[in-house]
């Protein structure tokens, strides 16, 4: 399995923007999805976005026209470009890379998002 650093985090006033990165220690190209999870004290593990080996991306409702995920098979990474943060955005971000499931994959060590209103 790959191994995963993310980047980026920090503390962000509302409506600002951030944007998170992550390195894989090997190549993607062969993993089926590279997404980005969040956990916010207190609530379960969300999964945000999603970019797929063929091209396609998703997003969870809450975050769709503000957040883009970008996968670059070239340089083993995927970024998270983060607009119009708002308070409820506030979590540590894990990106992880799945060839299957999800719970089966390679997790980052996270990056915590801080978005004070």
């Known amino acids: 399995q790959v191994q995963l650093v993310e980047s980026g985090g920090g503390l962000v006033q509302a409506g600002g923007s951030l944007r998170l990165s992550c390195v894989a220690s090997?190549?993607?190209?062969?993993?089926?999805?590279m997404g980005w999870f969040r956990q916010a004290p207190g609530k379960q593990r969300e999964l945000v976005a999603v970019?797929?080996?063929?091209?396609?991306?998703s997003y969870v409702d809450s975050v769709k026209g503000r957040f883009t995920v970008s996968r670059d098979n070239a340089k083993n990474t995927v970024d998270l470009q983060m607009n119009r943060l708002k308070p409820e955005d506030t979590a540590v971000y894990y990106c992880?890379?799945?060839?299957?499931?999800?719970?089966?994959?390679?997790w980052g060590q996270g990056t915590q998002v801080t978005v004070s209103s």
């Open positions: 090997g190549s993607i190209v062969s993993i089926n999805a």
């Open positions: 970019a797929r080996s063929g091209g396609s991306t």
């Open positions: 992880v890379a799945a060839r299957s499931t999800w719970s089966s994959g390679s």
